[in-house]
């Protein structure tokens, strides 16, 4: 095993709040994958009862939750852990409130997700999946030639497949096998893709093998190509060489990668190619590999995981709801760790009661936009005492990422003391819907979570963290300090 | 398992919602379409991408029966069938295209929102939001 302890960014090297592990600390036992796990595993429960200590001290009603394979289960009973990649219908509160989310219907729950500590670069979607014949079919003939898959594994942290090519060519062209739609990714002019893999004959008659290469298709969507980039030139002598393609978009919006081989025709034809570490990624050139097993499912070698759960807007909407909570206060903090993937509809990401726009004493934390209008493309948060405001901030447009921070207070008589929002940890100023949010407390009712009430306003994006608490406002230091703690669950850098 | 956009029309969402019960666990699995934010063509549409066995197709040209969660007899076996009737698979390298009478159940197809954009859907102007 590789010595984890000297990757600079595990969160070994990353103390936290007087969590006091240095090197010399550990023992060289820890040195494996599942010790790496539960010292994780450890320094968060650390981290967390920290943070329960600090607002959840005085038994605050609310919720805490951090999305994990530990704390996600594929049951609403809360028995059967959820699996990366699959549907989560029970999330537990950690606050010691019992606010556990759940959701009934199979169709609505979201997916638990991973991805490594720095976020996605490998977008050639399920490639590290090798025995998935969605993203490897076989076997497939085309232009006269059998493609089988006949042997997957991985070496050197890379996952590989192998075909056997069987047959006469009528054409020369065929495919090395991967499900090149399925690699599919919006992008834009100007942008440089680029894809590669290790391409290696391993048995059979390499002479009838004219060249293999890898490709980038430029295209409009929805499917017309605009034109191709091959990185021609790989050696069919039986050695491993790495195949590369680069293309900057002069005109299409989005791109994919495929693997082809050419035969030269007329002979019988029977050969086994491997395919290893296939990547494609918005670089001009190859980076570190991420094996990427799904859309859900990317991990990379020496980076830390993070999970987060998806929900897919109103094209795919997955949503939970809490159990009543009677906060019996006028005083709200919500905090976030989420990701935006799109801005083509107002999106809520947490809300109190079934409309927070028409019920008194309630809340909401969106994602914003209104349709056709790019400069509202923002996070959103939204307070009714008796009456309602929404305030916008500035123009963040998907894909975003951010700590959200939506503190309440509705004793005060001004929006912009009621309702404050932080984005990594700066408070943003607003432009308010109305000049105050009336009076009154906050009322009880569930949370919704990646939906209004669950039937409007699905959350397009990742929820990796959320807390809230009904309680007395926090200390500017314990607000910052929850903010971190927030930053430490999600993906992409933030705070 | 792959994820399969899925795509259902409005006069098809009972029959599509008996169907995806009589395959899940709970009465709950009844209110999978309840949301239709699409429209083409002047019909509403409602769009799902979901976790499939690979066999999918297959086992869905089989007659389903009556799940065991079922012992109130809620589901309509008879909208079952006719949303099996009305399931639109697609030909090879084919996008199969929604339709009024069709269920359209994309084995092997892209991401749900490529799918939308290949289907040609346009989401419904909505009145929440920003005003």
Wanted: glycine share 10%.
């Amino acid at each position: 095993m590789p010595d984890e302890l000297n990757t600079p960014n595990h969160r070994y090297y990353q103390p936290r709040y007087n969590i006091a592990l240095a090197k010399e600390d550990m023992s060289k036992q820890f040195i494996f994958a599942s010790g790496i796990r539960k010292i994780d595993s450890w320094i968060d429960q650390l981290e967390t009862q920290g943070i329960l200590n600090s607002i959840f001290a005085n038994n605050e009603p609310g919720f805490l939750t951090t999305i994990s394979p530990e704390f996600c289960f594929a049951d609403t009973a809360g028995t059967t852990p959820a699996t990366i990649g699959g549907t989560v219908a029970y999330v537990a509160d950690r606050s010691g409130n019992g606010n556990h989310w759940t959701q009934a219907t199979s169709a609505s729950r979201p997916i638990l997700g991973r991805k490594p500590v720095g976020g996605i670069r490998n977008r050639a979607t399920g490639a590290a999946a090798v025995t998935n014949t969605t993203y490897w079919p076989t076997p497939a003939t085309s232009n006269g030639v059998t493609r089988t898959l006949v042997a997957t594994g991985v070496d050197g942290g890379e996952y590989w497949v192998e075909y056997r090519f069987q047959g006469t060519p009528t054409i020369s062209s065929n495919f090395l096998g991967y499900a090149s739609l399925l690699s599919r990714t919006p992008a834009a002019i100007g942008q440089t893709w680029t894809g590669s893999a290790r391409l290696q004959v391993v048995a059979g008659d390499a002479s009838s093998i004219n060249v293999m290469r890898i490709q980038i298709f430029e295209e409009t969507a929805p499917s017309t190509v605009l034109g191709i980039t091959s990185g021609d030139g790989v050696p069919t002598d039986g050695t491993e060489n790495l195949a590369i393609a680069s293309r900057t978009l002069t005109a299409g919006d989005q791109v994919r990668v495929g693997a082809s081989i050419l035969f030269n025709t007329g002979a019988a034809v029977d050969v086994t190619v491997r395919v290893r570490g296939l990547q494609f990624e918005q670089a001009a050139t190859r980076s570190a590999y991420q094996a990427n097993f799904g859309p859900f499912d990317i991990t990379e070698a020496g980076k830390a995981n993070r999970h987060y759960l998806y929900g897919g807007g109103s094209a795919d909407p997955r949503w939970m709801i809490t159990p009543t909570i009677t906060p019996g206060t006028d005083k709200a903090q919500v905090f976030a760790g989420v990701r935006k993937l799109s801005d083509s509809a107002f999106g809520a990401i947490v809300e109190s009661s079934t409309s927070p726009d028409a019920t008194n004493g309630a809340f909401s934390v969106a994602s914003s936009t209104a349709q056709g209008d790019a400069s509202r493309r923002t996070w959103a948060t939204v307070l009714r005492g008796t009456t309602f405001i929404l305030g916008g901030a500035a123009i963040y447009q998907a894909p975003d990422t951010r700590v959200l921070s939506a503190l309440y207070d509705i004793e005060q008589s001004a929006a912009a003391q009621e309702a404050v929002l932080r984005l990594n940890g700066v408070q943003q100023t607003l432009n308010f819907s109305a000049p105050n949010a009336g009076t009154g407390d906050f009322l009880a009712y569930p949370a919704y979570i990646g939906a209004r009430a669950g039937t409007s306003l699905f959350f397009n994006g990742e929820i990796y963290s959320l807390i809230t608490r009904f309680g007395p406002n926090l200390t500017a230091t314990e607000i910052e300090r929850v903010e971190r703690y927030i930053a430490s669950q999600v993906a992409e850098e933030t705070i | 398992m792959h994820f399969v956009p899925i795509c259902v029309p409005e006069p098809l969402t009972d029959a599509a919602n008996h169907l995806i019960a009589a395959l899940g666990e709970s009465p709950a699995d009844l209110l999978t379409w309840g949301h239709l934010p699409f429209t083409k063509d002047g019909t509403l549409y409602g769009t799902r991408w979901l976790l499939c066995p690979d066999n999918a197709e297959e086992a869905l040209a089989q007659p389903i029966l009556r799940p065991e969660w079922d012992t109130e007899e809620l589901l309509d076996m008879a909208l079952v069938a006719q949303a099996q009737a009305a399931l639109l698979f697609p030909a090879e390298d084919e996008t199969p295209m929604p339709a009024p009478d069709k269920i359209v159940f994309w084995c092997g197809g892209p991401s749900i929102d490529a799918a939308i954009d290949a289907w040609g859907l346009e989401l419904v102007p909505q009145e929440e939001g920003l005003a």
